[in-house]
């Protein structure tokens, strides 16, 4: 799930200084992403024209691809390093980006690191950043950089981690505005967006599963923030007692579909810059409740459906846009929704779906992290050192 999304010029993916532009994305070891944007309230085609063209006019489509595989049908536009690419890139026998790691493992820097922890350490930083500079030379829009989830729970360490990296990017002159930084939303987390954000450093907010976090993570000005829609659907189908989630099956709705367009909805209504990335699509339906997000991370499967199916201007069924900053406004919020949230009200409101799901990612976060440094400790060092 690797390599590649879309800038846009606006400040929240891609290589985006500024909002209104698309923008398209990558996630882990061998996907690639892309993005393709218009912003149409409504599709009417004076001729016939692809599904995935209709969809792409509401919302940023990124489609999530087996990495490498996929550029020509896919070019990338902007990209993701993090763990699982570096452990997709160990994994194959020939590829550009290896030269990358192999550089980092070279480097004398980390060689003079007496403690092994540390010299993995260093090497596992390097070769996200030289993976993630070389991307930059490939794709015109920003390179998101994961932070390591181990240090989740503290944001000093989140902060100097990524001003590590800043440093490392700026040393092979990437451009700091090519940047952004992928950091998981517990609250150590939205803090340390929230300061980085001051700084002018654009984050991105991932495993988001509860309002409170992508509440909290707007007014932390994140640049992303990104929900898994299909995470919420499977944790709701064989888990109960969660309030937000119970809540939505009353309405009739599904709770990741819910948790997006209330999301969506805040962030329009009261200015906030964060743009939201809807992500774990499971079917084409996800994708048509959801149009007007800001970005969709789709599968390659349903995105090849899209593409294939014609969309003709006398068709029964057109495209309706679902959200939009004007349908925003009309949405109400309870008292309790519109509080400024700190540490202790959002771990009272979170519920136990989004303290289980962001749990688990973060442990494969870090699983994935440590699988990477294991491997650079059995193969330092290269012959050429």
Known sequence: MAISLRSSSFASLGHFPQVGKPSGWIRSPSRLLLL??????????????????????????????????????????????????????????????????????????????????????????????????????????????????????????????????????????????????????TWQGIEASRLLESEGIQTHLTFVYSFSQAAAAAQAGASVIQIFVGRLRDWARNHSGDPEIEAASKRGEDAGVALVTKAYNYIHKYGHKSRLMAAAIRNKQDIFSLLGVDYIIAPLKILQSLKDSITYPDEKYSYVRRLSPSSAMLYNFSEEELVKWDQLSLASAMGPAAEELLTAGLEGYVNQALRVEEHFGKIWPPPNV
């Open 36 to 185: 393709s944007t218009r912003s149409f309230p409504r599709i009417f085609a004076s001729s016939s024209s692809s599904s995935v063209d209709a969809v792409s006019s509401f919302s940023e489509i990124v489609p999530d691809t087996v990495v490498f595989d996929d550029f020509e049908r896919f070019p990338p536009t902007a990209a993701t390093v993090s763990s699982s690419l570096l452990l997709g890139i160990c994994s194959l026998p020939d590829t550009k980006f290896k030269s990358a790691i192999e550089t980092a493992l070279a480097d004398s820097e980390c060689y003079e690191q007496r403690d092994p922890s540390k010299r993995l350490s260093c090497f596992y930083d390097k070769a996200l950043v030289n993976v993630g500079a070389d991307l930059a030379m490939l794709v015109p829009g920003r390179v998101s950089t994961e932070v390591d989830a181990r240090l989740a729970y503290d944001t000093h360490a989140i902060i100097h981690k990524v001003h590590e990296l800043l440093k490392l990017y700026n040393e092979i002159e990437v451009p700091p505005e090519r940047l952004l930084f992928k950091i998981p939303s």
